[in-house]
Nanobody, 125 residues
Framework: QVQLVESGGGLVQAGGSLRLSCAASGRSVSSYAALGWFRQAPGKEREFVAIDSWSSGRTYYTDSVKGRFTISRDNARNTMHLQMNSLKPEDTAVYYC?????????????????WGQGTQVTVSA
């Protein structure tokens, strides 16, 4: 059974850092076409944050996090991470990791079949 479990969320002051982790089981992270991080703030739609596309060899970041967030994949530990630096209050949301076998439109949440349960990130001003 495929399972993704996030950890590392919490409360941090603006300007601080957090590192989210997503532990995969039931399948190797290297076998997915793409892995991603999405977030959803209260009253807003889920949006993509960062994508690691294994099939294309590219990473994608939403404009608001470019230069501050870094997505990475640790095949040996079957884990992926999201390093978040210079956090802002507007980064406050529930963060989800996700995995897909799709090779197109990988920034769309609709193509992701596997999801974690989410971890809360709260950035205080």
């Amino acid at each position: 059974q495929v399972q993704l479990v996030e950890s590392g969320g919490g409360l941090v002051q603006a300007g601080g850092s957090l590192r989210l982790s997503c532990a995969a089981s039931g399948r190797s992270v290297s076998s997915y076409a793409a892995l991603g991080w999405f977030r959803q703030a209260p009253g807003k739609e889920r949006e993509f944050v960062a994508i690691d596309s294994w099939s294309s060899g590219r990473t994608y970041y939403t404009d608001s996090v470019k230069g501050r967030f870094t997505i990475s994949r640790d095949n040996a530990r079957n884990t992926m991470h999201l390093q978040m630096n210079s956090l802002k209050p507007e980064d406050t949301a529930v963060y989800y990791c996700a995995a897909t076998d799709a090779i197109d439109i990988v920034t769309s949440s609709r193509v992701y079949k596997y999801w974690g349960q989410g971890t809360q990130v709260t950035v205080s001003a």
